[in-house]
T-cell receptor
Framework: GENVEQHPSTLSVQEGDSAVIKCTYSDSASNYFPWYKQELGKGPQLIIDIRSNVGEKKDQRIAVTLNKTAKHFSLHITETQPEDSAVYFCAASKGGSYIPTFGRGTSLIVHP | EAGVTQFPSHSVIEKGQTVTLRCDPISGHDNLYWYRRVMGKEIKFLLH????????ESGMPNNRFLAERTGGTYSTLKVQPAELEDSGVYFC???????????FGQGTRLTVV
């Protein structure tokens, strides 16, 4: 089955810095890669996603990149703000299924 | 519009006891999913309902776990008898179709002592 590795497990940055979270996946058939943000006391919320026919996608301060050959994908957050502090999960799925395999999560702390 | 709601938000039970978690999906969502996150690890898929039918229960860890969705509305996940390793956060999610975004509830934190 699919295996998703996520690094780092914790990431501490100063407000205004950039943050990068990296994931790898094992199943070359995976074609959909969502990213979730989980704030304290809430469930994971989809913040951005990318499909395998696209190499990069941007939405304001967040961007995702995908390298299908290397089976890597990354989340980039620029100009971080304290409200970006949360646990971020990457995930991978295939065949149009919306049952993704998740990474272990990255706890992002943005210091004001 | 109400989102996915889960009850209770937190449950502490003793080993060997029974606990029932409840999930109310977004109204009209036929697809309902249960997931679990053990501390520090990945969110793992448990099972998927389409209306009242179990579409995929490949993630259910063992027969101490029983999920139901009578009438295709809310769902319950019963753990009987609970073991220490069942501790974690149980998430429910729902989606309109199997290929559209799934929305998560806030989770139920289960602690077995």
């Amino acid at each position: 089955g699919e295996n998703v590795e996520q690094h780092p497990s914790t990431l501490s940055v100063q407000e205004g810095d950039s943050a990068v979270i990296k994931c790898t996946y094992s199943d070359s058939a995976s074609n959909y890669f969502p990213w979730y943000k989980q704030e304290l006391g809430k469930g994971p919320q989809l913040i951005i996603d990318i499909r395998s026919n696209v190499g990069e996608k941007k939405d304001q301060r967040i961007a995702v990149t995908l390298n299908k050959t290397a089976k890597h994908f990354s989340l980039h957050i620029t100009e971080t703000q304290p409200e970006d502090s949360a646990v971020y999960f990457c995930a991978a799925s295939k065949g149009g299924s919306y049952i993704p395999t998740f990474g272990r999560g990255t706890s992002l702390i943005v210091h004001p | 519009e109400a989102g996915v709601t889960q009850f209770p938000s937190h449950s502490v039970i003793e080993k060997g006891q029974t606990v029932t978690l409840r999930c109310d999906p977004i109204s009209g969502h036929d697809n309902l999913y249960w997931y679990r996150r053990v501390m520090g690890k990945e969110i793992k898929f448990l099972l998927h309902f389409v209306k009242e039918s179990k579409q995929d229960e490949s993630g259910m860890p063992n027969n101490r776990f029983l999920a139901e969705r009578t009438g295709g509305t809310y769902s319950t996940l019963k753990v009987q008898p609970a073991e220490l390793e069942d501790s974690g956060v149980y998430f429910c999610a729902s989606s309109a179709t199997a290929n559209t975004e799934a929305f998560f509830g806030q989770g139920t934190r289960l602690t077995v002592v």
